[in-house]
Structures are given as structure tokens and as C-alpha cells.
């Protein structure tokens, strides 16, 4: 699935609001769908490369053999889901940076479809 195509398929999980295919290396996003005015998915996805850095640093320093599953972040109206991908050949640079309006979403449901557009993502 191209990038295009899985961030409109990001698009369609209820309560969705914005989507971003984020490098955490460059900071730049490589596509992006949603947003708006009130929101600029730029910046937040330039922003949340430094959450994922951070992360990872934590894990590092920590000696932890493992990896990011998702990142949750809550706010009193949304939710943000940082996705960070892997493909066969292991893990990447890049993350899915999904933000959804809590009171139309349901968390459980977001994740797995995230997951499953993840899987299906080729970059």
C-alpha cells in the first residue's frame, strides 16, 4: 500500500482527525492528511520526533532489549497514537503520528487498525 493510500485509510478509523508518515531522523514528514487551522500537522509531527528520541534514548540507557510498540499520549479532548514501523527487513525511521477525537474513537479499535495499515504500508 503506498503512503497516500494508507493515510487515507488512517483517515477512516472513527474519530480521526489528522495522520502524519513521519521520519523521527529528519523530523520531516512525508505525507500528511487531516489537520487544518487548528492544527498543524507539521509541527506536530516535527514535535513528536523528539517524544520517540526521547523514548528511545530511555530504552537504550536502560539496556532494554526491546522495541515501541505505540506511544499513547492523552489529552482531555484527544488522543495521539505514535505508531513506529517495522517492516520485514526490522525496524525503520519512520512512524505513524495518528490524532483522534476522543469522544468518537475507540482506542482499541484505532491501534488494531493502525497495526494492520502498518503491515500492509510499503515506503
Known sequence: MSIELALKESMTIPGALGVALVDYDSGMALGTMGGGDWFDLEVAAAGNTEV???????????????????????????????????????????????????ERSNLALARHQLKRIEGNLTV
Open 52 to 102: 520517540v528520541r526521547a523514548k528511545l534514548r530511555v530504552m537504550a540507557s536502560l539496556s532494554l532489549n526491546d522495541s515501541i510498540e505505540d506511544i499513547l499520549i492523552t489529552l482531555h479532548r484527544q488522543y495521539h497514537l505514535i505508531r513506529p514501523l517495522t517492516t520485514a527487513k526490522g525496524p525503520t525511521t519512520l512512524f505513524l503520528y495518528l490524532v483522534l477525537d476522543r
